[in-house]
């Protein structure tokens, strides 16, 4: 059995409160979330963090809010309550389905959408989804306050942007346009507790039923160090009318927009020649549902 | 014969509620704990051992090291070939070395970590292909472990007067048990002065002859006592922590406990065996078998373990269910430095039932014939002649599991992307060729219960349940009348191992052949007329409360060394499963989405058992076929160990086939390997028939079928 090294432990109750500790302990102090990870990785003596800090006193951050023109979602809220949310099922279905197929439902009623951004696994569910919906993050210390494009806060496996006395507090979704669809497949070996092979989600936008793509994102996920734009292929779809063999033409660009290792999950080829099936598919669904109409 | 009375396992609330104790649970005041430090090196000699900054470790108590071995220094359950603790080579990585035992768990790892082992390199054997002309020996005595042989009639006959013959290779991989509880025991010594262990296993005489060995103590100064076993699937019938265990108690004279982590369980289990078969199949244009030839090439990495077995009965039963007049089989397993292979639920029957049903089909596609009717016209029947040229007198149910699925067979609506298959088997129950019996004991316990004494492990699978049933079925009594007492060394005799699918046949017909013994005691008692039981102890506890004997040992007889003629196993399990897959052919990831399992179990004992050993079976085959992938120095735990989960089980439809054994209880079998058995062959067949291409490799996992896929296409 692996035992947990020794650590203090606190759970404040207030935002400012957990600030605090962080930027008095300094680097010796982690921020704990559901445990998913940090204990995992400290149990096999990874890492020692000399203090951690709970968040989850913090009733705030278990909280989803509609604000003018986006929602929030607090950085706590546990990945099982996300999908249950009609707010995030209705408006951001592509989020509410990543929520639904990540890890086994123990790992969904312990882990939290801020530890799964802040991890930054590259084949994490929740970032790729995220990115595809402009997702920003807010990141609270003891003195400043500042909100970070998903798409600039990831640096590497493990490594982002965020200081060691910061707290990433919410996600910000800015809410989606009408004629609005996405999709998001994650391909392994069995249907849960699965580590993506390859992950892919998009997301576009059409400006009327029948109408061009305005906006289109596609975020492939682990065939890089972090999730990646399939740049290239974004581009090639906007301004321009929906139909299979635009898709076709995207997911081959998309191919070419990342690059996959060979690891014991699948190989190199694989993986590129996955992207272009997931990048395909998930573009046929969100075009159906684009068409399917005005948001309420 | 009547259905056995059923009842709810006895062990189920416990578990369910999670107050079970396992033996990793298990706290006594003042214990140590034992960590083993294991070979980082495939093949080498040990140049120099550091423990200086270990031992100097406050709080460590001991190293231990082969010196500090009083009695014999090798161990291993069918020959004593394996070092406890290396001396001067090592075969493996993972090879234990020496044993830190300190005051806590977290100071024995960190104790362990410290300490420094050199090593001068060997060149290691990887592929048993090169095992046999490489100019290095694992052992002394060369590198090819054992060759047997099944000769039946004459092969080149039969295929010169076969239509048809196919004729292809199949490969398998190394698979973990991947229990859920790894394996843990914890020993101190008793205040007679007797060293006890309890542990998690699969057969506690067998234990207790290894730790008296080792420590050179008579067995009757050593207790095994098994503690509630969280799985085993063979994993847990070599020794895992118990002489190191033994060893430790021995030296500290305190309790010690050794419980692996994942990863070290990951590392020192033994696996399934990898087997590499060649098989060539010849038919007449009717479809009836006439000649099959297999060549079977094993890793058994490098020590025997169950190596010797594996490779015998891989070999016998190559032709599958199925009568075939001209046989040859070469079956050879040789030693490399890759981890050990021992025991795993079908004693690589699983394999080779891969490559028997992957030939039945191809044989059928050939003639444009029918894949259940070919089973069926050369189906093993009561009469048959089988590869080892035993007659079966009885009990071959194996036509019946074809025809209980005909419907479903011949009613199979092909959807697009979506295919069916069949896989059959059959199974020896019991050890190869070999005397295997089991004894058990009754006798009233003084609080007037029947006190059931048998050394049978219960290793979740639900003995405890059926042998309990069997005797109150066979003493007329209720189970709430019995007491069990089980798994123990001091209160049962030996009942041979949890393995080869042998408990509920043959301890079962142990504690059968008790009962008749003491139900005539208890008739004369007047038992049957309402004396209590606790009047009859009474009447009886000056002059000895008499004791009642059961013994039961199939009758077999050993094989004829070059032709494997003779009669292995006294009986049969047959089962065939079918399957319905749907494959994405673009991304190649196949979906199992029913299975119709029929199994002949003679007589079924505990029906909701039995669907549970086959849902089990059917879950592991599905690992087996599409995603289990043990690879040495890559696979370090189950984050790249793929077993399926629940939301992969498909839907199962269980029919139960009851062809009586005339030898077992009731006249039941076996069913714990047979679950398992045929699942992965269907699965292949399936996958055959929805996307046409045939996988020769195990596992066939989403990205291997997907490159199966994409080569047929570009052809």
Not at chain 2, 229 to 257: I, R
Not at chain 2, 669 to 684: F, H
Request: with cysteine; charged share 25%.
């Amino acid at each position: 059995m692996l035992l947990l090294p020794k650590f203090d432990y606190y759970e404040p109750k207030e935002l400012t409160e957990a600030c605090r500790l962080l930027s008095e302990t300094g680097s010796k102090a982690k921020i704990i979330a559901g445990g998913t990870d940090i204990l995992v990785n400290m149990k096999k003596g990874l890492i020692s963090p000399k203090v951690l800090v709970s968040l989850g006193r913090i009733s705030r951050l278990s909280e989803v809010e509609r604000m003018n023109k986006s929602i929030t979602i607090g950085s706590h809220l546990i990945i099982a309550k996300l999908a249950e949310f009609d707010l995030i099922r209705k408006r951001f279905s592509i989020l509410a389905s990543a929520a639904k197929v990540l890890g086994s439902p123990l790992v969904r009623n312990r882990a939290t959408i801020g530890g799964n951004i802040v991890t930054a696994r590259p084949a994490a569910d929740l970032p790729p989804v995220l990115m595809a919906l402009g997702a920003k993050v807010k990141l609270k210390s003891r003195r400043s306050e500042r909100e970070v494009a998903l798409d600039d806060f990831f640096i590497g496996p493990g490594a982002t942007v965020i200081k060691p006395d910061e707290i990433l507090t919410r996600v910000i979704i800015p809410e989606t346009p009408s004629y609005t669809g996405g999709h998001y497949i994650k391909l392994g070996h069995r249907k849960a507790l699965e580590i993506a092979i390859v992950a892919v989600a998009s997301k576009i936008t059409l400006n009327k039923p029948d109408g061009v793509i305005k906006d289109a994102k596609i975020v492939l996920s682990a065939v890089a160090p972090k999730a990646v734009h399939a740049k290239s292929a974004e581009e090639v779809l906007i301004g321009e009318k929906p139909s299979a063999k635009l898709f076709e033409e995207a997911a081959s660009l998309a191919m070419n927009d990342c690059k996959p290792i060979t690891d014991i999950r699948g190989g190199v080829d694989y993986r590129q020649a996955m992207v272009e099936i997931l990048t395909r598919r998930t573009l046929s669904f969100a075009w159906k549902e684009a068409k399917k109409g005005k948001k309420q | 014969m009547p259905a056995v009375k059923e009842i709810d396992r006895i062990d189920a609330l416990e578990k369910v509620l999670g107050a079970t104790l396992y033996a990793g649970d298990m706290y006594i005041e003042g214990m140590l704990y034992g960590v083993i430090v294991r070979s980082t090196r495939p093949h080498a000699t040990i140049s120099k051992i550091n423990i200086k900054e270990a031992q100097y470790l406050e709080g460590v108590v001991k190293i231990l090291s082969c010196n500090d071995i009083p009695g014999k220094k090798e161990f291993g359950i069918i020959k004593k070939d394996q070092s406890l603790l290396a001396e001067k080579k090592v075969r493996y990585v993972g090879e234990p070395v020496l044993v830190v035992v300190a005051e806590t768990e977290r100071l024995a790892r960190k104790a362990a970590e410290l300490i420094q082992i050199e090593y001068d390199d060997i060149i290691s054997i990887h592929d048993p292909f090169t095992s046999e002309k490489a100019p290095v020996l694992i052992h002394g005595s060369g590198n090819l472990l054992s060759h047997r042989t099944v000769l039946k009639g004459d092969v080149q006959k039969g295929f010169r007067q076969s239509d048809v013959i196919v004729e292809h290779t199949y490969r398998t991989t190394w698979l973990d048990h991947a229990f859920l509880e790894t394996e843990a025991g914890i020993g101190y010594m008793d205040n007679t002065g007797k060293l006890v262990i309890l542990t998690s296993t699969q057969n506690v005489h067998y234990k207790r002859k290894e730790i008296s060995r080792i420590l050179g103590l008579p067995e009757e100064n050593i207790r095994v006592i098994q503690a509630t076993t969280g799985g085993g699937f063979g994993g847990k019938l070599d020794m895992t922590v118990e002489c190191y265990v033994a060893l430790a108690v021995y030296h500290t004279k305190k309790p010690v406990m050794i419980r692996f982590t994942r990863e070290e369980s990951f590392l020192s289990d033994t696996k399934r065996h990898p087997l590499y078969i060649e098989y060539k199949t010849g038919a007449r244009r009717d479809g009836k078998i006439q000649a099959v030839e297999v060549n079977i090439i094993g890793d058994t990495g490098p020590y025997i373990s169950y190596g010797e077995t594996v490779c015998l009965r891989a070999a016998i039963h190559a032709t599958g269910p199925y009568e075939v007049p001209n046989v040859h089989v070469d079956s050879r397993m040789f030693y490399t430095n890759n981890p050990i292979s021992g025991a795993m639920r079908g004693f690589g029957v699983p394999q080779i039932a891969f490559a028997h049903e992957s030939q039945m089909d191809e044989i059928a596609y050939a003639l444009k014939l029918d894949p259940l009717h070919v089973r069926m016209i050369n189906g093993l029947k009561k009469g048959s002649r089988t590869a080892t040229s035993q007659i079966l007198e009885a009990s071959a149910g194996y036509i019946e599991t074809l025809k209980r699925l005909e419907p479903y067979w011949q009613g199979r609506k092909k959807l697009k992307g979506r295919g069916f298959g069949l896989g059959s088997m059959f199974y020896g129950i019991g050890n190869t060729g070999i005397t295997n019996p089991s004894y058990a004991h009754l006798s009233i316990a003084e609080n007037g219960k029947i006190a059931l004494h048998t050394g049978v492990c219960e290793i979740g699978q639900g003995s405890d349940t059926v042998l309990l049933q069997i005797l109150c079925e066979s003493l007329g009594v209720d189970d709430k009348n019995v007491e069990l007492i089980r798994g123990d060394t001091d209160t049962s005799k030996d009942a041979g191992s949890t393995s080869a699918s042998r408990q509920t046949y043959i301890s079962g017909m142990a504690i059968y052949n008790a009962s008749i013994k003491m139900r005539e005691f208890l008739d004369k008692e007047e038992y049957y007329k309402g004396r209590g039981l606790k009047d009859i102890f009474l009447t009886y506890k000056e002059k000895g409360v008499p004791v009642f004997e059961g013994f039961f040992d199939p009758p077999t007889t050993a094989l004829d060394p070059e032709t494997s003629e003779g009669k292995p196993y006294a009986t049969y399990a047959f089962a065939t499963h079918m399957t319905e897959v749907e494959v994405d052919e673009i991304t190649g990831y196949t979906k199992v989405l029913k299975v119709y399992a029929a199994h002949d179990v003679g007589k079924a004992i505990n029906v909701r058992n039995i669907k549970g050993q086959v849902y089990g079976g059917i879950a592991m085959g599905i690992g087996f076929a599409l995603m289990e992938e043990f690879r040495p120095g890559e696979t370090h735990s189950l984050d790249a160990y793929y077993i399926p989960t629940s939301m992969d089980m498909p839907d199962v439809e269980v029919f139960i086939i009851e062809d009586e054994e005339p030898t077992g209880p009731f006249g039941a079998k076996g069913v714990g390997e047979p679950a398992l058995i045929p699942q992965a062959a269907s699965i292949v067949n399936a996958i055959k028939d929805a996307v046409d291409v045939r996988p020769f490799e195990l596992p066939c996992h989403i990205e291997r079928l997907k490159g199966l896929i994409e080569s047929k296409t570009s052809k």
